[in-house]
């Protein structure tokens, strides 16, 4: 089954405690992405990736880091979570076609709380 | 770059009523509009989108429409149902085909 799969779906976790949500997909898409979501805001970039070793920001990269080493994982990682980072995290995938990545392909959501 | 603003922030509809969603965006350049819908704790999922060579598009229930002039483009939702209550984004897609930029959603509610 073609599919983008995070984990944790839930995390609790403290101010400064290191932390990587997982993001996986099987349907050898060339382009990943990761959004946050929070009320009233919808879905903003964090960071991108168009292919293995290439990555770059997207409207809210502060906090955050990620690596595509291999093309079907793109982790998203938070050296030092705050609380201003509780949200629900999206990682999504899409092909890359000529006019560019379109149809985008999410997964089921990282629900973080930062105490 | 992209600002994409999204209206109504909440609308109501009784079932088999029409909905309207609109969205405007910034960049001339933009050249495709997705619309996504996302049900209460599921993740978004493409319901419909349009390319910027083509002025409306359908899909049994569910069109779009563009005015590349206006910068704008609409969801239109016929017959609605129950099922269709959810919140709803639109985007925008940049110049170079990398980012996506998201409206602040359209929180739906068909009442039966």
């Known amino acids: 089954e073609a599919q983008v799969t995070q984990n944790p779906r839930y995390l609790i976790t403290v101010t400064g405690k290191k932390l990587t949500v997982t993001c996986s997909q099987n349907m050898n898409h060339e382009y990943m992405s990761w959004y946050r979501q929070d009320p009233g805001l919808g879905l903003r970039q964090i960071y991108y990736?168009?292919?293995?070793?290439?990555?770059d920001k997207g409207d809210v990269p502060e906090g955050y880091k990620v690596s595509r080493k291999e093309k079907r994982n793109f982790p998203l990682i938070l050296e030092s979570p705050s609380p201003n980072q509780t949200s629900l995290y999206f990682c999504?995938?899409?092909?890359?076609?000529?006019?560019?990545?379109?149809?985008?392909?999410f997964g089921p959501g990282t629900r973080l709380l930062v105490l | 770059g992209e600002n994409v603003e999204q209206h109504p922030s909440t609308l109501s509809v009784q079932e088999g009523d029409s909905a309207v969603i609109k969205c405007t965006y910034s960049d001339s350049a933009s050249n495709y509009f997705p619309w996504y819908k996302q049900e209460l704790g599921k993740r978004p999922q493409l319901i419909i989108d349009i390319r910027s060579n083509v002025g409306e598009k359908k899909d049994q229930r569910i069109a779009v429409t563009l005015n590349k002039t206006a910068k704008h483009f609409s969801l239109h939702i016929t017959e609605t149902q129950p099922e269709d209550s959810a919140v709803y984004f639109c985007?925008?897609?940049?110049?170079?085909?990398?980012?996506?930029?998201f409206g602040p959603g359209t929180r739906l509610s068909v009442l039966p």
């Open positions: 985007a925008a897609r940049d110049n170079y085909g990398q980012n996506f930029v």
């Open positions: 990736s168009m292919n293995v070793e290439v990555t």
């Open positions: 999504a995938s899409s092909p890359w076609t000529s006019g560019g990545q379109e149809t985008q392909y």
